[in-house]
């Protein structure tokens, strides 16, 4: 079996909002990731407020890190407006972030974006009304384009899409249903059904639900830290 061909094993996990003065046990858990898997996809979320001295810490955590990292922000990252820094940062200890560029690893198209809220399936919010509702609308539509653009780029039989903010309700179920519409759209999912994609992992919703399928049945995995996965660590491993 040629190395196109084989299987691997990705780790998820979402939501780690490093901080510059707690040590949260993370070197050790990217050194344990590294023995289990073949890659490493975090769902965003990676800093806790966003700034250049949170992303140092992570980076340095990063070390004991010895499989390739892909990787989408979350809205955590974007808090204290210094996004490119941080990506720097992060990029400079081998993160290869999605938003960028597609990429393949051991034959597996890695593809993803922040994504957006705006809800889910016929409660999905429209373009109607004011200009700040129309402005919240667009952004989420011009992440999902930046998610098709991605994905027709890509030449690959296996597809992963990683993501930060969910693209179906099904795994943000037990957060409450109150902030359902702020944790995730529909109109991610819909652009990932229209492709040949193997597994989609996301972050954002702590509280919600480990595993769901789009409407035409693609899988879906909420990696967020703190949500119960198999084998009761904080981060996923698929087969793909």
Do not use: W
Request: glycine share 10%; hydrophobic share 40%.
């Amino acid at each position: 079996m040629s190395e196109e061909e084989r299987e691997i094993t990705v780790a998820g996990l979402g939501d780690l909002h490093a901080s510059e003065d707690t040590d949260r046990g993370l070197r050790e858990l990217f050194r344990e990731i590294s023995e289990r898997a073949d890659v490493l996809a975090l769902c965003g979320d990676l800093t806790n407020l966003g700034t250049p001295g949170e992303a140092r810490a992570l980076a340095r955590d990063l070390e004991s890190c010895r499989v390739p990292v892909v990787a989408v922000l979350g809205n955590h990252d974007h808090e204290c407006g210094q996004v490119e820094e941080v990506e720097h940062i992060l990029k400079d200890a081998g993160i290869r972030f999605l938003e960028d560029k597609v990429c393949r690893i051991h034959g597996v198209g890695f593809v993803g974006v922040k994504g957006f809220a705006g809800g889910f399936e016929r409660r999905m919010l429209g373009p109607f009304g004011e200009p700040a509702i129309k402005a919240f609308v667009a952004e989420a539509e011009n992440e999902a384009m930046r998610l098709e653009r991605s994905l027709c780029a890509l030449d690959a039989e296996r597809v992963v899409v990683v993501l930060h903010y969910a693209p179906i309700a099904a795994t943000v179920a037990g957060e409450p249903s109150e902030i359902f519409p702020f944790l995730g759209s529909s109109r991610l999912g819909d652009t990932i059904d229209r492709f040949k994609v193997s597994l989609v992992l996301h972050g954002h919703a702590h509280h919600g639900t480990y595993a769901g399928k789009t409407p035409k049945g693609v899988p879906v995995y909420n990696c967020a830290a703190t949500v119960p996965k198999d084998g009761g660590r904080p981060y996923a491993l698929l087969r793909v």
